[in-house]
């Protein structure tokens, strides 16, 4: 599978921006779809988490700021963040969880996209 996600970029804080993430490539199907973060220096964070029955899964430093979408047809997963803090200025990456055509579980990265917030 593969990831491509876009919408990045700077943006004032209070202000909103929305990631989109696409998975393409041969794959029996997704199972679930998500974005981390990542600080120069600092782990990979979960920031939210959609599985394709809609179970979500946030973490609490965005609770009430953003928002986890999934368009199954489309394959594509929404990150909607609003109300962005400084503090919320990282590098995000999608992930997906997949099964492949043989039954195997799969798992796969995209690229990071920037995500800016000045204060």
């Known amino acids: 599978v593969q990831l491509q996600a876009s919408g990045g970029g700077l943006v004032q804080s209070g202000g909103s921006l929305t990631l989109s993430c696409a998975a393409s490539g041969s794959f029996f199907s997704i199972n679930a779809m998500g974005w981390y973060r990542q600080d120069p220096g600092k782990q990979r964070d979960l920031v939210a988490s959609i599985t394709t029955t809609s179970m979500r899964n946030y973490a609490d430093s965005i609770k009430g700021r953003f928002t986890i979408s999934i368009d199954k047809a489309k394959n594509t997963v929404y990150l909607h963040m609003n109300s962005l803090k400084p503090e919320d200025t990282a590098v995000y990456y999608c992930?997906?969880?997949?099964?492949?055509?043989?039954?195997?579980?799969?798992?796969?990265w995209g690229l990071g996209t920037q995500v800016t917030v000045s204060s």
């Open positions: 992930n997906a969880d997949f099964t492949k055509l043989n039954r195997v579980r799969g798992n796969s």
